[in-house]
């Protein structure tokens, strides 16, 4: 007999709504449910994982050339990851969490008990479609969460591997996918979900959070923004130049924390392009063929964002920037040569906006607080990368550089290490992600204070306020004072 067809995703508002109304009353289970039951769910999604390795690396190098090693590390890695750190600590993070009392409250017990928000909204962006959809999801389910998780519509072959995905593991009270762009987006974001989950450029998170201001639902911004790599005249050149490279280029540097632009100190400034001229040849143009020709390079998502990265290398040469290295660009395959850039104008287009793309300005500065000046004059950025192997400089940029997340003497891999949380600062977003984090994301800490029945010292505050209630207002007064 023919396997029925699955049914359409719901797109219309009035099946979005009722979508979240059959979730709100599903989440009533959830909420329920002990460890064990939130496990077996986090289990049957590994399991789905590691039958369909071959397809979501299909499915990725369809939408955008995304090399199939790649998508083993930082998609199908880096969701393992996050699911099997879950399960191994997800009795303890259930667990209620008992507080200390404090003297005016003596006889009274305190804890924190976690509950699941109840029905989340995931929204995914393109750029590492899989890992940032169900990474997101891990972290939904684990705190016991029903979940709608809209992926991007500009990766659609894993948008619609996603949709298969959840049709196959979970039931659609519990977790749907709905597809689409903008127009979906909107109608999801009108909804009174109880959190929203966004990962996107801040541009479109501001329209997530007035959406969210309707209905008072919170919210967690994973956004982007220009994440700087400060390289000190004490950093290894060598070593800088192997990490910077593989953190610009990895994903075609379509990375939310890859580092966006280079601030070098000015006696390394040339020896360090010369190192990254030899690491790119080493990494991309080993058989000599040229960049374009290596399986170990991606592809620009779309003509779009094609485009737009061609603008910004045009603009900035027609400013004055200087191509140091690569420049090369083919629109017939959406490539686009790692490319560094000198003598960049702090008013180009490259140096204004976040680049996502493998382009590399590099500018020059003379001393530490100099490179600390021109960070902070622009919005927070969500990754700060340091090489330096001074620990006074190192110590130096961490205490006067804002930003979500910092890694020293490499780039990328600090949102590997789970028991950090991970997330932006100001312009680059709001809460956090990854591991417990992300389990409290999705969890409303509830409060609770247990009182004795009869007499308690409270009672001590009680009206009518004689001279007595006083004189032990004044003794707890004087005891903190
Ligand atoms: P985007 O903001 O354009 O899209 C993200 C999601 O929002 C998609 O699902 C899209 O369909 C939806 N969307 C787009 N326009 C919308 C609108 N007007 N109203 C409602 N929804 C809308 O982001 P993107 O281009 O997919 O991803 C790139 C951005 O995401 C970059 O800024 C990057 O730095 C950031 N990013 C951040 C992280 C992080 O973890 N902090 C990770 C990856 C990407």
């Given at each position: 007999m023919p396997t029925p067809a699955a049914p359409p995703p719901p797109t219309e508002t009035t099946d979005l709504a009722a979508l979240l109304e059959r979730q709100r009353v599903r989440s009533e289970v959830l909420r329920r449910e002990a460890p064990a039951e939130r496990a077996a769910r986090l289990q049957r999604l590994h399991q789905w994982i590691i039958r369909n390795r071959a397809a979501v690396q299909q499915a990725l190098h369809q939408d955008f050339g995304k090399p199939a090693v790649e998508t083993d590390v930082t998609e199908l890695y880096a969701t393992q990851a996050e699911i099997r750190h879950a399960l191994k600590h997800l009795k303890q993070w259930m667990a209620p969490k008992r507080v200390s009392t404090p003297l005016a409250l003596l006889g009274t017990t305190s804890w924190v008990q976690y509950e699941p928000k109840g029905v989340a909204l995931i929204m995914a962006p393109w750029n590492y479609p899989f890992y940032l959809a169900v990474g997101p999801l891990v972290s939904a389910l684990a705190a016991g969460n029903c979940c709608v998780l809209k992926p991007s519509e500009m990766t659609p072959a894993v948008s619609r591997l996603l949709a298969q995905l959840v049709q196959e593991v979970f039931e659609p009270a519990e977790v749907a996918v709905v597809e689409g762009g903008k127009d979906v987006a909107t109608a999801l974001l009108a909804l009174p979900f109880d959190h929203i989950f966004f990962t996107g450029s801040p541009q479109v998170g501001k329209v997530v959070m007035r959406a969210a201001a309707e209905h008072l639902t919170s919210v967690t911004l994973e956004l982007g923004g220009k994440s700087p790599a400060i390289v000190d005249a004490s950093a290894d050149l060598r070593d800088a130049a192997e990490k910077l490279v593989w953190g610009k280029c990895v994903n075609a540097g379509q990375t939310c924390v890859a580092p966006d632009y280079l601030l070098v100190h000015e006696s390394v400034q040339e020896p360090l392009i010369e190192e990254i001229r030899g690491v790119l040849g080493r990494f991309y143009d080993a058989a000599g063929a040229g960049v374009a020709a290596s399986p170990s390079f991606a592809r620009i998502v779309n003509g779009h964002h094609f485009q737009r990265l061609a603008g910004l290398l045009e603009d900035a040469q027609q400013r004055?920037?200087?191509?140091?290295l690569g420049g090369g660009v083919d629109q017939s395959q959406c490539f686009i040569e790692p490319t560094v850039l000198t003598d960049v104008p702090a008013d180009s287009a490259v140096m204004r906006?976040?680049?996502?793309?493998p382009l590399l300005p590099v500018v020059p500065f003379r001393t530490l607080m100099e490179a600390a000046d021109f960070v902070n004059a622009r919005p927070r950025p969500l990754a700060l990368y340091v090489f330096a192997r001074s620990a006074e400089a190192q110590r130096y940029l961490l205490g006067r550089v804002p930003a979500g997340g910092a890694c020293l003497n490499d780039t990328i891999i600090h949102l590997g290490q789970l028991e950090l949380p991970f997330g932006g600062a100001g312009n680059s977003g709001i809460g956090r992600a990854h591991g417990h984090y992300g389990f409290l994301a999705f969890s409303n800490e509830k409060a609770v204070l247990r009182q004795r029945v009869g007499p308690t010292g409270i009672k001590l505050f009680y009206p009518p306020y004689t001279p007595k209630v006083q004189r032990v207002v004044d003794l707890l007064l004087k005891y903190l004072g």
């Amino acid at each position: 007999m023919p396997t029925p067809a699955a049914p359409p995703p719901p797109t219309e508002t009035t099946d979005l709504a009722a979508l979240l109304e059959r979730q709100r009353v599903r989440s009533e289970v959830l909420r329920r449910e002990a460890p064990a039951e939130r496990a077996a769910r986090l289990q049957r999604l590994h399991q789905w994982i590691i039958r369909n390795r071959a397809a979501v690396q299909q499915a990725l190098h369809q939408d955008f050339g995304k090399p199939a090693v790649e998508t083993d590390v930082t998609e199908l890695y880096a969701t393992q990851a996050e699911i099997r750190h879950a399960l191994k600590h997800l009795k303890q993070w259930m667990a209620p969490k008992r507080v200390s009392t404090p003297l005016a409250l003596l006889g009274t017990t305190s804890w924190v008990q976690y509950e699941p928000k109840g029905v989340a909204l995931i929204m995914a962006p393109w750029n590492y479609p899989f890992y940032l959809a169900v990474g997101p999801l891990v972290s939904a389910l684990a705190a016991g969460n029903c979940c709608v998780l809209k992926p991007s519509e500009m990766t659609p072959a894993v948008s619609r591997l996603l949709a298969q995905l959840v049709q196959e593991v979970f039931e659609p009270a519990e977790v749907a996918v709905v597809e689409g762009g903008k127009d979906v987006a909107t109608a999801l974001l009108a909804l009174p979900f109880d959190h929203i989950f966004f990962t996107g450029s801040p541009q479109v998170g501001k329209v997530v959070m007035r959406a969210a201001a309707e209905h008072l639902t919170s919210v967690t911004l994973e956004l982007g923004g220009k994440s700087p790599a400060i390289v000190d005249a004490s950093a290894d050149l060598r070593d800088a130049a192997e990490k910077l490279v593989w953190g610009k280029c990895v994903n075609a540097g379509q990375t939310c924390v890859a580092p966006d632009y280079l601030l070098v100190h000015e006696s390394v400034q040339e020896p360090l392009i010369e190192e990254i001229r030899g690491v790119l040849g080493r990494f991309y143009d080993a058989a000599g063929a040229g960049v374009a020709a290596s399986p170990s390079f991606a592809r620009i998502v779309n003509g779009h964002h094609f485009q737009r990265l061609a603008g910004l290398l045009e603009d900035a040469q027609q400013r004055g920037a200087a191509v140091a290295l690569g420049g090369g660009v083919d629109q017939s395959q959406c490539f686009i040569e790692p490319t560094v850039l000198t003598d960049v104008p702090a008013d180009s287009a490259v140096m204004r906006e976040e680049i996502f793309g493998p382009l590399l300005p590099v500018v020059p500065f003379r001393t530490l607080m100099e490179a600390a000046d021109f960070v902070n004059a622009r919005p927070r950025p969500l990754a700060l990368y340091v090489f330096a192997r001074s620990a006074e400089a190192q110590r130096y940029l961490l205490g006067r550089v804002p930003a979500g997340g910092a890694c020293l003497n490499d780039t990328i891999i600090h949102l590997g290490q789970l028991e950090l949380p991970f997330g932006g600062a100001g312009n680059s977003g709001i809460g956090r992600a990854h591991g417990h984090y992300g389990f409290l994301a999705f969890s409303n800490e509830k409060a609770v204070l247990r009182q004795r029945v009869g007499p308690t010292g409270i009672k001590l505050f009680y009206p009518p306020y004689t001279p007595k209630v006083q004189r032990v207002v004044d003794l707890l007064l004087k005891y903190l004072g």
